[in-house]
C-alpha cells in the first residue's frame, strides 16, 4: 500500500504547527479589535467579552487539534465568584479554562503580555489582572481582583508562576490563596491533564490530542485570616495532586475511579452549565 508522505506523524504535526499558530494568531487579533470597540459603559459589555473570550479560546483549541474532556463542573454555582487554581503544564491552559468555564472567568497575566502592541490593551479591555513577577504591587493587584470578585467575576490563576513539567507541579506561591481569603471567596482546585503532550512548555511543535480538564470541590474560606494561607495552600495542593493521580488512571471507560462528578467531553466545543445547587 503506497504511504502518503504528508499524512506521517512527523508531518502531520508539522502541518498543524504551521496552520495554528497563523490562525491562532488571527483570532487573537480579530478578538482584540472586537474587545476594543465595545462601549465601556454598555450593560451586556461583560457578557459579550465573555461570549469573545471563550470562542477565541475555542478557535486556538480547535486549530491546534486538542480536544477536551471535562469533569466536575457541573457541582460550581454560576452565581458565585471563585477564585479557580490550576496546575500550568502548557501554554494552553488558560485557553482550556475560558473554553469550559460556565460563567465570567478572568486571567491573572504576567505583565510582559501586556506589553504586546494591541493584545495589551485588549487584556486590559478584558479585564484581565497585569501581574508583574519582578515587583508586585499588592496593593493595585488586590483592588483590582477584590472589584472583578465583587462584580461576581471568578479569577483564574497559576500558583507556580510558569509553566511545569508534565510529570510534576513547581512549589506554589502564596498570592491566589491571600487574595481568596483576603476577598472571602472560595477556591477551587483544577487539575489540567494531557495540555504539556498537545502543546510541551517551551516547544514550538504542537502535536494536539485530547487533555481533561478536572474541578474539584471548592474550598470555603470564611473565616480564614492571613495566618491560613498556607495551610489552604497546601490544602489545594495536595486536591489537585490526587485529580492529576486520578485522571492519569482511568478505568476503561475514560472514567475516574471514585469519580462522582459528571463527564462531558467538549467536542464540539460547548462551555459547561454549571449546576445552582
Known sequence: MLRRPWRTPGRRYAWRTVLALPTGVLATVVGAFVLLVLPRRWRRRRAVTDKVLRTWARICLFVTGTKVRVEGFERLDRSVAYVVVSNHPSNLDPMVHLAVFGSSLRVLAKRELFTVPLLGH????????????????????????????????????????????????????????????????????????????????????????????????????????????????????????????????????????????????????????????
Open 122 to 277: 485588549a487584556l486590559r479591555a478584558a479585564g484581565m489582572v497585569e501581574v508583574d513577577r519582578g515587583n508586585a504591587d499588592r496593593e493595585t493587584i488586590n483592588e483590582e481582583v477584590a472589584r472583578a470578585l465583587a462584580d461576581g467575576v471568578s479569577l483564574l490563576i497559576f500558583p507556580e508562576g510558569t509553566c511545569s513539567p508534565e510529570s510534576g507541579m513547581r512549589p506554589f506561591k502564596p498570592g491566589a490563596f491571600v487574595i481568596a481569603v483576603d476577598n472571602g471567596a472560595p477556591v477551587v482546585p483544577v487539575a489540567v491533564e494531557g495540555t504539556g503532550r498537545a502543546w510541551p512548555a517551551g516547544g514550538a511543535r504542537i502535536f494536539g490530542g485530547t487533555v481533561r480538564i478536572l474541578a474539584g470541590e471548592p474550598l470555603p474560606t470564611e473565616g480564614l485570616g492571613r495566618q491560613d494561607v498556607s495551610g489552604l495552600g497546601d490544602r489545594v495542593r495536595e486536591r489537585i495532586s490526587l485529580l492529576l493521580r486520578a485522571a492519569a488512571d482511568p478505568d476503561p471507560d475514560g472514567r475516574i475511579p471514585g469519580w462522582q462528578g459528571q463527564i462531558r467531553r467538549v467536542w464540539p466545543l460547548r462551555a459547561m452549565q454549571t449546576s445552582h445547587s
